[in-house]
């Protein structure tokens, strides 16, 4: 229920929904998704097996899926090229901010239904402090949803063009790119691969390794996430700017230089015997772990015609998903388990993925820069 009921219908419905973003408008597509994500969340409150409860939770899923092909879509459109970088750099820190939020208001929000276990709801009847914890973080979105509708529907870019509803115009992009798109979308796996490991094992590392208890270790990632979170926001400036001043390159090249300066914290983490050296490792790891979507939507924002946007999206958020969520963790897990044989050495599975992740992401971009700036120089 936690991870795959919920990741397997994020990263297939994508797809569908990316397609949606490309022939509908924009703002509709991300109104009808909250409302289902509101929905499906409530729902979770109201299951009464597991059966139900799955359900509700891959329904989840299917209406998040519908923010971001959606949303990246229109930041494309809406800001220019040498500004669209930072402009998804906002956006994709206002989840990093979310999620370090969660650690905090999520305790508060648990601690108050706590306070109103087995009351009487409407249709529902007694609730579990778990239930109304649900319905508390799903009711708000049947108000948020209409957010939506507050900004102008930006005009597609390149819309009038015909290679952006000719037939067939996917598969003939995706063949005239096929190296250039499978040598990113590789490197970027190999760091949602690493992001997601560490988001998973990260708190039973400091558990195992430095005896601290979640209540400790959840304020401190909290601030993790909210430093990864302004970073991500002057990186996406200083790639605008490299990409203004002529390097077409930039969103890759920039990443190789980011990976190689921070590789003495990615080979170190894990050796460090400090909790708080650890930690300040962990924050610099950040770095290249949580940008490889907005890089990515940038390249396709810069490459691809406007009907094709979502769709592209989509896809990279199915294999990211697919790969970073579904096997991530996993191989920390299996080489934990299988491997070391020992539950206290998940900070050496930890080592090995991360520094394997970053080393194999380094060698891929590098090796495709020079097709991404003749790419993008024919697109000019």
Known sequence: ILGPAFALSYAVFAIPLGWAADRF???????CGVGIWAMATLACGFAATFGELMAARVIVGIGEAALLPAAYSMIGDAFPRDKVTVATSVFQAAGKTGSAAAFGLGGFAIAF???????????????????????????????????????????RRDAGRQEAV?????????????VLLSAATFAFSCLAVVGYSLTSWVPAYMDRHFGWEPARYGVA?????????????VCGRVVDRLFARGM???????????IVALSPAIIYAFLATNPYVFLACYALIQLITVPFIVYGSAIIALLAPAGLRGQLLGMLMFVFNIVGFGAGPAIVGAITTYVFHNEAMVGQSL?????????????????VLPRLDAAIAARD
Do not use: C
């Open 113 to 155: 239904a706590k306070s109103l276990d087995h009351i009487d709801w409407p249709f529902h009847g007694p609730a579990h402090y778990w239930q109304i914890t649900f319905a508390l973080i799903g009711i708000p979105g049947f108000l948020l949803m209409f957010l939506a509708l507050s900004f102008p529907e930006p005009p």
């Open 25 to 31: 408008p924009r703002r509709i597509v991300i109104f």
């Open 248 to 258: 077409r390159d930039a969103h890759l090249r920039f990443y190789t230089w980011t």
């Open 351 to 367: 080592a090995i993925v991360v520094i394997g992740g970053a080393g194999l992401a380094l060698v891929a971009m590098r090796a």
């Open 166 to 178: 000719a037939k067939g115009t996917l598969r003939a992009f995706l063949k005239q790119h096929a």
């Open 221 to 233: 990632l909290s601030a993790m996430n909210i430093f990864g979170a302004l970073a991500l926001v």
